[in-house]
T-cell receptor
Framework: NAGVTQTPKFQVLKTGQSMTLQCAQDMNHNSMYWYRQDPGMGLRLIYYSASEGTTDKGEVPNGYNVSRLNKREFSLRLESAAPSQTSVYFC???????????FGNGTRLTVT | EDQVTQSPEALRLQEGESSSLNCSYTVSGLRGLFWYRQDPGKGPEFLFT???AGEEKEKERLKATLTKKESFLHITAPKPEDSATYLC????????????FGTGTRLQVTL
C-alpha cells in the first residue's frame, strides 16, 4: 500500500533552473493537489486537479505549472526556479468530496 | 476573508498532563473540519473529520470537538509518542475538496 508517492525526496536547484516534481497515487482517487509548506505560513494550495483532464489554480500558482498525466499521476513544474520557491512540496489526493486528503511525504526543494 | 487560526503555536507537556489545542475559524459555508498529525520530515496524517457543531470523535488519547466557531483537540494523559505538529483544516462549500490549513500547533511531550 504505497498511497501517495512523491519523487524526488530532496532537490537543490540554482536560480533559473527548471525541474518537475512527480506525484503518483495508487488509490484510484479522482482529485489531486499540490501544496507548499513554509515555516509560519501553513500549507498553501498551488494547483489542483478535480478530475482527470482538468486543472485549476489554487492560492499561490505563480511560477508553477501542472500536468495531470493520467488518473494516477499529477506533476508540478518549476520553469525558472527562484529562491522564493524554496519550500517543502506536498502532493495529496482524495477519492470523494468531503473525504480526507491523503498526503505524500513531500519533496524538500532548496533554490540557491 | 476565510481564516483558520490555531493556538498555541507550541505546547510543551509532561507525560500524563492533559491539555487542549484550539482551532478557530471564520469562514462561510463550512462543509467539514479536519485534524491532521504531522511528524518531522513526513506528510500530514489524517486523524479526524467533523462535519457539524456538537460532533465529537475519539481515537486513543485524542478527542476532537466542534462548535460553530472553533474546534478543540483534547489530549488526555499524553505520551512522548504524541509529540508532533497538529494541523487543522477547513473544507468550504463549493471548493472541490480544497482544504484551507491553519499554521499548526507543535506539541512536545516529555517524560
Amino acid at each position: 500500500n504505497a498511497g501517495v508517492t512523491q519523487t524526488p525526496k530532496f532537490q537543490v536547484l540554482k536560480t533559473g533552473q527548471s525541474m518537475t516534481l512527480q506525484c503518483a497515487q495508487d488509490m484510484n482517487h479522482n482529485s489531486m493537489y499540490w501544496y507548499r509548506q513554509d515555516p509560519g505560513m501553513g500549507l498553501r494550495l498551488i494547483y489542483y486537479s478535480a478530475s482527470e483532464g482538468t486543472t485549476d489554480k489554487g492560492e499561490v500558482p505563480n511560477g508553477y505549472n501542472v500536468s495531470r498525466l493520467n488518473k494516477r499521476e499529477f506533476s508540478l513544474r518549476l520553469e525558472s526556479a527562484a529562491p522564493s520557491q524554496t519550500s517543502v512540496y506536498f502532493c495529496a489526493s482524495v477519492g470523494f468530496n468531503n473525504s480526507p486528503l491523503h498526503f505524500g511525504n513531500g519533496t524538500r526543494l532548496t533554490v540557491t | 476573508e476565510d481564516q483558520v487560526t490555531q493556538s498555541p503555536e507550541a505546547l510543551r507537556l509532561q507525560e500524563g498532563e492533559s491539555s487542549s489545542l484550539n482551532c478557530s475559524y471564520t469562514v462561510s459555508g463550512l462543509r467539514g473540519l479536519f485534524w491532521y498529525r504531522q511528524d518531522p520530515g513526513k506528510g500530514p496524517e489524517f486523524l479526524f473529520t467533523l462535519y457539524s457543531a456538537g460532533e465529537e470523535k475519539e481515537k486513543e488519547r485524542l478527542k476532537a470537538t466542534l462548535t460553530k466557531k472553533e474546534s478543540f483537540l483534547h489530549i488526555t494523559a499524553p505520551k512522548p509518542e504524541d509529540s508532533a505538529t497538529y494541523l487543522c483544516a477547513v473544507l468550504l462549500a463549493g471548493t472541490a475538496s480544497k482544504l484551507t490549513f491553519g499554521t499548526g500547533t507543535r506539541l512536545q511531550v516529555t517524560l
